[in-house]
DNA sequence: CACATTTGACCGTC
DNA sequence: GACGGTCAAATGTG
């Protein structure tokens, strides 16, 4: 089969296409956020609908991604492997069976006794509404980046298992793998946050903290936690920007994870709190970045 | 003081 | 011994 385009424009071509998939990737993500403004107990069918639907739709991105930069580097790929193997938490006994293969060099044999997949996302894991807490970070040889370790905040409360690993795996754009062991087996506290924070009106702001460095710490050293106490900061972080900024408190965003405001890197208005270690984002900013579409888009929302 | 992060040490695997 | 993953004491912060 004859391709349809020179060899020589193909990189220009995967570029724009990349562009592209960047760009709705954004957009999806920008729809989730937008979604998760509004009460649950109103639309929950409509809502839990459509936010599967845009994680399917992040997920092909993802997946689409993933392949473009896979076939770039002529890797071997190992985006979204669903690894069921050892689940019973047992160590394989046949290691010394197992041959050198590429397979099982991508793939650490250390450890590894759970489930475990793989996302490789311009956010590290924007999409993800857990809360988590880092117990580690180890620089990775061969790596430029270090990889940091993350386990689910109650482990110990509710015995949750699911732990991350986050590793930033391309500067420009901003690109990282995040590697999940296990599913959450607790209560997604994320969610009811949402219910606890100010959803008495109908502006059911989300408050979201994220990190202007690269390795997610504030100026200060510490590192900004993925929503641990909500309403906490929720009410400081209002304080704070209720201050500064003309509009309503409850109108502000603050990224519930620490790497999601490197997806919105070209968004220049997102720069303006970040030595402090937050994006504030009102509901004009939002219009700003996704167009006309959002007044559109907000008016057939609220109005069912 | 409570809690989260940091980081060196330790462990398991190769 | 090298390497990656995890632990836990030390440290930092509000």
Redesign the pocket.
Known sequence: MESCCPASSLSTVRKRLLDELILGQESANMLRVILCKTQMDKRCKLQLFAQSLIDKILDSFDKSLSILNCNESNKVSDFLVMDSSDSDGQ??ED??K?TNTSESLTF?????TSKTWTRETVAASFADSHVW???????????EHP???F?C?YKYDQGCQA?K?VQKIQDEPPLYRT?Y?EHHTCKNLYEESQIITGNTTKDSSIIWSFDSHE????P???????L??MPLETK?NFQILHQNKSSSPSDYFISPDITTFESFGHFSDFSSAFDQGHVICSDMDIERMVGPVFDEFLELWYTG
Do not use: V
């Open positions: 160590k394989s290691s010394t197992r650490s044999k250390r450890r590894r807490r880092k117990y580690g970070q180890k620089g990775i040889r061969n790596a990889r940091n370790y386990r905040t732990r690993l590697t062991h390795q997610n710490y504030k200060n050293g510490k590192m900004i936690p993925t641990p106490k400081e």
